[in-house]
């Protein structure tokens, strides 16, 4: 019998070693749910091929990585928000210690601020039959976030162009959910950037699910890092066509692959806060790109993608051959964060201050609409509508941090403007003429009225002096006494 020699021995230890790294521990101390969705077979537009292809890879990912997988292809409606509802059953049923992870590969619409998920079976005619015919993301969100959970996480490729010709007032890719907006807990990623289009790749996979799936079987990565990397590799796929985009509101650590601690703090990760105001200031990112070669500063602000970030770049690397992009990628993320303000105010001040800055944009007519109706809404009420706020110049902050918004003029020409006088700090005298007061007009005498009682009959003459009794029930209540008129009798004067 032969030995192994130390080579082989060496070989061996390094194989458990590594499959060690690669198991996922961390599901031991936790229990892995995943719901997996492919829509490819649309009936009334042409197929998504890759969106099959994407489900099937995520599905084999996800396994390995210790959730137990629920793959679902193809739902129509009725077949999607049933599976989305027995997947929240299995949820609520392994309790409190549970990390639940949807992935969605398919069409989404964005419809008047909502983003919607797209069964094959939905043949719209116009925008008003998205919400009859589709699945809205936030009741998704919603569903799963009211559970006991450790972490929610949601993969959303589902950001590819607008396949409806119907829909011509549908904006461009989805809407910004910020997580931090429900209950804590939940990561959300999208394929692309909040109002961009994703790409579906030349190949079996789509470029974010394909970064996806070689990105997170690295061992021991944040899920903040594994994003992170993914948003890098996208944008080298595509030539900076497509940045990925998350926003996290998670409480604990977690890996898909290595140990996840749930008593370790997660790293922040881009929220949609972040996005607008940024961690760190435009001036700490002019000092952190200057100097730097300009690969080098790219890959820095597409991994933190923050509107700051992206702000420092065009200034710094203004001839640069990556900044006409990345300039659109930042004038759009602007507008995103505007939108998103624009209906979550959702008054008529708030549209308004939307179109002062972006009234040539894709979200432009639904703008209006959106705008019509909150005037009916608040038909019949001229005061609150007079004294609606003017639009605060924070939520639509355009490119050029120096150009000043001019005042909106109002969509609907029935509502008309309010218009304010003139007038002189210093008023005409009024000259005072002494007059007497007129004479008051006596008040007229009032009527006296006087009741007395009626004197007493005189006795008959064949009686002498006696004693009457009588009981009055007059009108007035009862009346009478000793000696008194029978039935009230009262006389007026």
């Not at 396994?63 to 049933?82: C, D, I, P, W, Y």
């Not at 470029?207 to 996806?212: I, L, N, V």
């Not at 959702?346 to 979200?363: G, H």
């Not at 403007?417 to 009032?446: A, F, L, N, S």
Request: proline share 10%; charged share 20%; net charge neutral.
């Amino acid at each position: 019998m032969r030995r192994p020699t130390f080579s082989n021995l060496l070989l061996a230890s390094g194989l458990l070693a590594l499959t060690q790294l690669m198991t996922p521990t961390g599901a031991a101390a936790e229990t892995r749910l995943a719901l997996v969705i492919g829509q490819s077979a649309y009936r009334a537009v042409p197929e998504l091929p890759n969106a099959a292809n994407d489900a099937k890879g995520m599905t084999e990912l996800l396994g390995n990585a210790g959730f137990t997988v629920t793959t679902a292809a193809n739902l129509s409606q009725n077949e999607m928000r049933a599976a989305i509802s027995d997947f929240a059953g299995k949820v609520g049923a392994s309790g409190a210690d549970t990390v639940a992870l949807v992935f969605y590969a398919g069409h989404g619409l964005q419809i008047d601020g909502e983003n919607y998920l797209v069964p094959v079976d939905l043949d719209p005619k116009r925008e008003a039959d998205i919400p009859l015919q589709g699945v809205r993301l936030n009741d998704l969100l919603s569903t799963l976030g009211a559970l006991p959970t450790r972490a929610r996480i949601f993969m959303l490729d589902a950001c590819r162009n607008n396949p409806f010709p119907a829909l011509s007032g549908a904006g461009h890719g989805l809407a910004i959910v910020d997580t931090k907006a429900g209950a804590p807990g939940s990561f959300i990623s999208y394929s692309t950037s909040p109002g961009a289009e994703a790409e579906d790749g030349n190949g079996i996979d789509s470029p974010y699910t394909a970064a996806a799936l070689t990105i997170a079987k690295q061992p021991n990565l944040p899920i903040e890092e594994v994003f992170k990397r993914i948003r890098v590799a996208v944008a080298q796929s595509t030539d900076g066509r497509q940045i990925p985009w998350e926003s996290s509101s998670l409480t604990t650590d977690f890996r898909f692959f290595g140990e996840s601690s749930g008593s370790t703090p997660a790293l922040p990760g881009a929220s949609a806060m972040a996005l607008a105001g940024g961690t760190r200031s435009l001036e700490d990112w002019r000092k952190e790109l200057r100097g730097k070669p300009a690969m080098v500063a790219y890959e820095l602000v597409i991994t933190e993608d923050t509107v700051e970030a992206y702000q420092a770049y065009v200034e710094l690397y203004a001839q640069d051959t990556r900044t006409p992009r990345l300039r659109t990628v930042l004038e759009r993320r602007r507008q995103m964060l505007a939108w998103e303000r624009a209906t979550a105010i959702n008054t008529r001040a708030s549209f308004e201050a939307y179109l002062v800055n972006w009234d040539n944009s894709d979200l432009a007519a639904t703008a209006r609409r959106l705008l019509l109706r909150v005037q009916n809404r608040n038909y019949g009420q001229p005061v609150a509508a007079a004294s609606a706020p003017a639009p605060i110049a924070v939520a639509t902050a355009p490119t050029c941090p120096c150009s000043t918004p001019t005042p909106a003029t109002p969509v609907n020409p029935s509502v008309p403007p309010t218009i304010k006088k003139r007038v002189d700090d210093t008023p005409p005298k009024r000259k005072v003429v002494d007059t007497p007061p007129k004479p008051r007009r006596p008040p007229p005498p009032e009527e006296v009225v006087v009741y007395e009682r009626a004197p007493p009959p005189p006795p008959p003459a064949a009686v002498g002096v006696g004693i009457g009794i009588g009981i009055g029930m007059g009108r007035g209540g009862y009346g009478g006494g000793y000696g008194g008129p029978a039935r009230g009798d009262y006389r007026r004067y």
